[in-house]
């Protein structure tokens, strides 16, 4: 069974910058990112194919985000810029496998105004 654990995150004021990363245990296909806030749905953020040819991301994010991988190290990052206060989250990682798809842990973003 795949394990991702995740790593970063923590209280930043607004307008600073974080990187959070997931290390996968295996082999991994897609690998993507989500949040959830306190009472609200969790929602999609960013995603990375293997090869890293396709990266998606979430139209509110307006390229202050940046989602990356290396798969020497089986290792996705999330590079957060230009934070504001809404998105504090819970941030999730995501992974796609040949034998199912997994999560992170979660990592706690607090942006402070």
């Known amino acids: 069974q795949l394990q991702l654990v995740q790593s970063g995150g923590g209280l930043v004021q607004a307008g600073g910058s974080l990187r959070i990363s997931c290390t996968a245990s295996g082999y991994t296909e897609g690998m993507a990112w989500f949040r959830q806030a306190p009472g609200k749905q969790r929602q999609f953020v960013a995603f990375?194919?293997?090869?890293?040819?396709?990266?998606y991301y979430a139209d509110f994010l307006k390229g202050r985000f940046t989602a990356s991988r290396d798969n020497a190290k089986n290792t996705a990052y999330l590079q957060m810029n230009s934070l504001e206060p809404e998105d504090t989250a819970a941030y999730y990682c995501?992974?796609?496998?040949?034998?199912?798809?997994?999560w992170g842990q979660g990592t706690q973003v607090t942006v402070s105004s």
């Open positions: 995501n992974a796609v496998s040949v034998v199912g798809i997994y």
């Open positions: 990375n194919n293997r090869s890293g040819t396709k990266t």
